[in-house]
């Protein structure tokens, strides 16, 4: 294996019946080395922070409502007074552009950009759309799903952690089931 | 709760998408029926684009009609499935996971069906595009950028894309278990598409988590919006029985009440329909039953007020306006029934718990409100344009026609189509919030009492 072979990062999923089994992988998987991101528990229910000893997600979701807000209202005011401007409309001596009436839509163009800018920042904090990774269909039956990312060269010593934790199955990246770590040669 | 979901995971991924994957012989019997329905709808509208607004019963002074009342009602119906579900997830009330999704799939098509209304109203839709986006800029004629007409486009607009957006952020999860679940290669491409490859990792969930609140919270004020500007389309009107500065919350008000019955309603349908006995419960109808009470007393409170106001200044065309709602044949008798439909009956029966959990009685209760608030927005519209005045020359009264009645009942079941075919492609009971609360759930014993106890994510 080659210097380059042995720095490439794949993945690896155990599965578990237990939350405890996967609970006790993901501290398996610390202890020999693994952490940050590089371990991701799978699961087709939502669980409580924490359940898993797993690291608390950072994210900035907050921010995009702000952001869609002020875009949406700058949206809305060069719309309508724009609109107001542009058509030649007799207003018999009263403002060109009246706020009182066009303060509804503004407020609408407001929390349109909101709503807009919080789903893309749903999906952005999300990490989708992404080209499926490393899972299997059992995960939807209850099946809890420990992933890891390791370089080649560690590749035996996550498949060890996951495998001591009572994994049902360890899969690599192309779903293919991996030879037990002790019958490996 | 008295009576919580209890069911496995097993089962729950099963009952809850049975009727994704499978094909009773009834839904292609109801489907087929309300296809006629809406065809004749379309066939009514097709006519109506051929002679005009004379296929309805339209007479001068009097050109709003079905078609208003009914966008009034479908708007009102379309609020509380959001609120419903809005309002719950905002409070964590753990009864709200099997609710929520049926309210908003139901907030959806009904909006849908309440947009097409006032193109309807118009008689010539292609007008109705020019009305707002003035295209034909030769001809020099322009609309008002500033009418409250162009409020309730940007409005709803808004409400439905918000709506549209929040309902599918909410079902990655669930495309996700119907990607891992369907057999047919076809339906796993579909659903491994919309689910935009949803996994289900840690921080997927979180993130789920806070949009559902963060939706939540952006959604109900454009709600509240929504509705409000819907009631000035009327309230900023000079029509006696019309401007009142109360309208906006009573309004509002009166589509929680009409929504909420809408909701269960739905979920007592849903109930045997879609084989979902494990999943609504006594419990959750009875829960929406003692909220109804609330709203509907609330509702009342406004409708008395809306009324204490028109007779408060003793100005002649407001005393006369509901001098003709109360006191006129037929209004009298629309009103009684109204009254009694809208709040006497319902409430009256609510007030026992035995009524409240008794999915027949709910389910006659909940449709009664909505005939009665349907009425109620029949006689807000109709008496207050009746009214003849010093310039009034031709006068005859409104009465609706065979074409307007077929434009209700296909609407109707626009809305019913809609909700059958969303439920039959995907599903229409959150998963995943639902085995979530099954994983949360825990019994505690008080002296000789078991209580649930429930942990919820902060």
């Known amino acids: 294996m080659s210097a380059r072979d042995s720095d490439r990062k794949r993945e690896l999923l155990g599965l578990y019946n237990e939350p405890d089994d996967a609970a006790d992988a993901v501290s398996r998987l610390r202890g020999a080395g693994f952490g940050g991101t590089d371990i991701e528990i799978i699961s087709a229910t939502p669980y409580p922070e924490g359940a898993f000893g797993e690291q608390h997600a950072k994210h900035r979701l907050f921010a995009f409502p702000f952001a869609g807000a002020a875009c949406g209202l700058a949206v809305a005011i060069a719309w309508h007074i724009g609109a107001q401007i542009a058509l030649p409309i007799v207003t018999g001596g009263k403002p060109i552009v009246a706020v009182p009436a066009i303060i509804q839509v503004l407020y609408e163009g407001t929390m349109l950009g909101a709503v807009l800018f919080t789903v893309l920042g749903v999906l952005f904090e999300s990490r989708l759309p992404d080209g499926i990774g490393v899972y299997d269909d059992r995960i939807a039956d209850g099946l809890i799903g420990v992933s890891v990312m390791a370089r080649e060269r560690r590749i035996p010593d996550a498949q060890i952690a996951l495998e001591e934790a009572n994994a049902v199955d360890v899969l690599n990246k192309d779903g293919s089931l991996m030879r037990p770590a002790a019958a490996s040669p | ?458």
């Open chain 2, 1 to 458: 709760m008295q009576e919580p979901v209890t069911v496995d995971r097993e089962t729950a991924n099963r009952e809850l998408l049975d009727f994704v994957f499978a094909w009773p012989k009834w839904f292609f019997a109801t489907t087929g029926l309300l296809g006629a329905v809406i065809t004749l709808g379309l066939i009514i509208f097709l006519l109506l684009m051929i002679f005009g607004l004379q296929l309805f019963g339209y007479a001068h002074p009097v050109y709003w009609g079905f078609p208003v009342v009914n966008f009034v009602f479908w708007i009102g119906v379309s609020h509380a499935g959001i609120m419903v579900s809005a309002i719950l997830r905002l409070a964590q009330a753990e009864w709200r996971r099997p609710v929520t999704r049926a309210a908003e799939v139901l907030t959806i098509f009904s909006l849908m069906t309440a947009m097409t209304f006032p193109i309807i109203h118009s008689g010539r839709p292609w007008r109705t595009l020019y009305w707002e986006f003035p295209y034909d800029w030769m001809r020099g004629i322009w609309p008002n950028p500033r009418s409250p007409l162009v409020w309730d486009p940007a409005a709803i607009f808004t409400y439905l894309t918000s709506t549209v957006m929040f309902v599918y952020i909410a079902l990655l999860p669930d495309l996700a278990l119907a990607r891992d679940r369907v057999k047919n290669p076809i339906g796993k491409a579909v659903y491994g598409v919309l689910s935009l490859g949803f996994r289900g990792t840690t921080r997927q969930w979180r993130i789920q988590a806070i949009a559902g609140i963060l939706l939540s919270a952006l959604i109900l004020p454009i709600f509240v919006s929504v509705h409000s500007i819907v009631s000035w389309d009327f309230a900023v009107t000079i029509i006696p029985g019309w401007h009142n500065t109360v309208f906006a919350p009573y309004f509002v008000i009166g589509a929680v009440h009409s929504g909420v019955s809408a909701v269960v309603t739905v979920m007592i349908i849903m109930r045997y329909a879609f084989g979902l006995k494990n999943f609504i419960t006594k419990d959750h109808i009875d829960s929406l039953a003692r909220l109804l009470i609330i709203v509907a007393t609330v509702w009342l409170f406004f409708f008395m007020l809306d009324f204490m106001f028109g007779l408060y200044g003793t100005e002649p065309a407001e005393v006369d306006t509901w001098q003709r709602r109360l006191m006129e044949p037929p209004w009298t008798a629309i009103a009684i029934i109204f009254i009694i439909t809208g709040y006497i009956i319902p409430v009256g029966a609510w007030l026992f718990r035995r009524v409240r959990r008794n999915f027949f009685l709910m389910f006659v209760t909940t449709i009664l409100v909505n005939i009665g608030m349907w009425l109620e927005r029949y006689m807000i519209v109709i008496p207050g344009l009746e009214r003849k005045s010093n310039l009034t020359f031709q006068y005859g009264d409104y009465l609706p026609s065979a074409a307007e009645f077929g434009i209700i009942a296909a609407q109707l079941a626009l809305v019913i189509a809609g909700f059958l075919v969303f439920s039959k492609l995907l599903p229409i009971m959150p998963a995943a919030d639902i085995k979530e609360g099954q994983i949360l759930r825990d019994e505690i014993k008080v002296g000789r009492a078991r209580v649930p106890a429930t942990m919820r994510e902060a």
